[in-house]
C-alpha cells in the first residue's frame, strides 16, 4: 500500500520530535513478559511477550510492526493489562500499573484506551452508535448530565467524518470505514492520553485504510494524544508512526525513527518486511 499523495513539512516534524523527545517517557516497560501454557496438557510454554523493553513519549506516536503471531497485540494488551503479564515492569506516568489495586485500574481506563481491530464485533449490536459513545462517558462521570454527553456525542461524530443521524443508527447500518470512525469517537469521549490501535484499519479497504489513517494523524495534531499504533503492514505503520519497534517472536529485535528503520534496516528480518512490501 503507497501513500504517495501524503506529504509533510519534513522541518516542522523534525522540531517536533525533538520537543517530543526532551520529556519524560510516558510509558516505560521493561522487561515484560506474557507467557501462556500450551501443548497437551498445559506443558509447553508459549513465550507470547518476551523480555520487552519499550518507552512511549507524550504525543509519540510509536508503529509496533511484525508478522502474524509475532506477539504485537499480546504486548498491547498486557500494557493495557485486559492480560495479565507474567514478569516485568510496567509504568504510566508516575503509576506502577503492576502494583495498582483494580479499583485503581478501573478509573485508569479514561486515560488509557484502544481501538480495536474489528469494529464491528467492537460494538454492541444492541446499542444505537449514540449509546456506544455516550455510555463511557457515564461510566467515567464525564458530563453533567445526558443532554451534555450527547451533545459531545455529537461533536465527536462530525469530528471523525460523520453527520449527526448517525447519533440513531445501529452499528449493521454501517459501513466498515463507518464503524471504525464510531470505534474512534468512541475511543477519544473519555479524553484518553494514551492509545493503542490495534490492527486498527487491516480489516478495511485501502481507499478507506487511507482516509482513517489521515483521520488519525488529524485527531492526534488537534489532541495531542499518544499511540501505540500496531500493524502487520510495515507502509502503513511508516506513514503513522514517529518511531518503529520491530517484533519477532516476542522479542522487540530493531528500534529506531520511522525513516531510519525504513531506509536503514539493521536486521534481516526488518529488511525481509520492507522488501515483502517493495515486491
Known amino acids: 500500500?503507497?501513500?504517495?499523495?501524503?506529504?509533510?513539512?519534513?522541518?516542522?516534524?523534525?522540531?517536533?520530535?525533538?520537543?517530543?523527545?526532551q520529556n519524560m517517557p510516558l510509558l516505560r516497560v521493561q522487561k515484560l513478559k506474557t507467557y501462556?501454557?500450551?501443548?497437551?496438557?498445559?506443558?509447553?510454554?508459549?513465550?507470547?511477550?518476551?523480555e520487552v523493553d519499550l518507552q512511549v513519549f507524550p504525543g509519540e506516536v510509536l508503529g509496533l510492526v511484525g508478522?502474524?503471531?509475532?506477539?504485537?497485540?499480546?504486548?498491547?494488551?498486557?500494557?493495557?493489562?485486559?492480560?495479565?503479564?507474567?514478569?516485568?515492569?510496567?509504568?504510566?506516568?508516575?503509576?506502577?500499573?503492576?502494583?495498582?489495586?483494580?479499583?485503581t485500574l478501573k478509573k485508569l481506563r479514561k486515560d488509557m484506551q484502544i481501538i480495536f481491530q474489528d469494529p464491528y464485533s467492537s460494538l454492541n449490536p444492541m446499542l444505537t452508535i449514540g449509546s456506544a459513545i455516550t455510555e463511557p462517558m457515564t461510566v467515567h462521570g464525564i458530563g453533567r448530565d445526558h443532554h451534555e454527553r450527547r451533545g459531545k456525542a455529537m461533536e465527536l461524530l462530525e469530528k471523525v467524518g460523520l453527520d449527526s443521524q448517525f447519533f440513531h443508527?445501529?452499528?449493521?447500518?454501517?459501513?466498515?470505514?463507518?464503524?471504525?470512525?464510531?470505534?474512534?469517537?468512541?475511543?477519544?469521549?473519555?479524553?484518553?492520553k494514551f492509545i493503542v490501535c490495534d490492527e486498527s484499519v487491516s480489516a478495511l479497504d485501502v481507499s478507506v485504510q487511507a482516509q482513517v489513517l489521515n483521520l488519525l494523524k488529524d485527531l492526534k495534531e488537534e489532541f495531542g494524544?499518544?499511540?501505540i499504533f500496531i500493524s502487520h503492514d510495515l507502509s502503513v505503520i511508516k506513514f503513522i508512526s514517529d518511531r518503529i519497534a520491530v517484533m519477532k517472536?516476542?522479542?522487540?529485535?530493531?528500534?529506531?525513527?520511522?525513516?531510519?528503520?525504513?531506509?536503514?534496516p539493521k536486521s534481516e528480518y526488518t529488511k525481509k518486511l520492507i522488501d515483502s512490501i517493495r515486491v
Open 225 to 227: 494524544f499518544t499511540y
Open 67 to 103: 508478522e502474524s503471531g509475532c506477539g504485537k497485540t499480546t504486548l498491547g494488551r498486557t500494557i493495557l493489562r485486559l492480560v495479565e503479564p507474567t514478569g516485568g515492569t510496567l509504568h504510566f506516568g508516575e503509576l506502577d500499573l503492576m502494583a495498582i489495586r483494580r479499583s
Open 169 to 192: 443508527r445501529y452499528p449493521h447500518e454501517l459501513s466498515g470505514g463507518q464503524r471504525q470512525r464510531v470505534c474512534i469517537a468512541r475511543a477519544l469521549s473519555v479524553q484518553p
Open 249 to 264: 517472536d516476542g522479542k522487540i529485535i530493531e528500534t529506531g525513527t520511522s525513516d531510519e528503520v525504513y531506509h536503514d
Open 36 to 50: 501462556f501454557k500450551g501443548g497437551k496438557r498445559g506443558r509447553t510454554e508459549v513465550k507470547a511477550v518476551d
Open 1 to 21: 500500500m503507497v501513500f504517495a499523495s501524503l506529504t509533510r513539512d519534513e522541518q516542522r516534524y523534525r522540531e517536533k520530535l525533538r520537543e517530543i523527545y
